[in-house]
């Protein structure tokens, strides 16, 4: 069984950057996939960003591309998600997730979560 730990999440202003942190139980290499999800309260899990360890690329969704950027470290199994330019819509939890398949925009396609880390930006 994997386990994510998230952090970095935290209060900052409009336009602001913050920089979450995923560190997985076992090597990221055997887990093809690892994505970002947010979650606003009232709202669906959506997907933010991720990065296929096969083809080392990396997905963006509309809504952050531009802004957010995934960069994985194999050597300390950690998934960073540096978020500049952070507007209001960007308050959400998020949460970090694995699959040992291909990389999905579906939540029900990931086999491992954390805990998730909440990310609050006033206006």
């Known amino acids: 069984q994997v386990q994510l730990v998230e952090s970095g999440g935290g209060s900052v202003q409009a336009g602001g950057s913050l920089r979450l942190s995923c560190v997985a139980s076992e090597s990221t290499s055997t887990l093809r996939c690892m994505a970002w999800f947010r979650q606003a309260p009232g709202k669906q899990r959506e997907d933010v960003a991720k990065?296929?360890?096969?083809?080392?690329?990396?997905y963006y969704a509309d809504s952050v591309k531009g802004r957010f950027t995934v960069v994985q470290d194999k050597a300390k199994n950690t998934l960073f998600l540096q978020m500049d330019s952070l507007k209001p819509e960007d308050s959400a939890m998020y949460y970090c997730?694995?699959?040992?398949?291909?990389?999905?925009?579906?939540?029900?396609?990931?086999?491992?979560w954390g805990q998730g880390t909440q990310v609050t930006v006033s206006s």
């Open positions: 997730a694995a699959t040992r398949g291909p990389c999905s925009k579906a939540a029900t396609d990931y086999d491992y």
């Open positions: 990065f296929d360890n096969v083809f080392n690329y990396d």
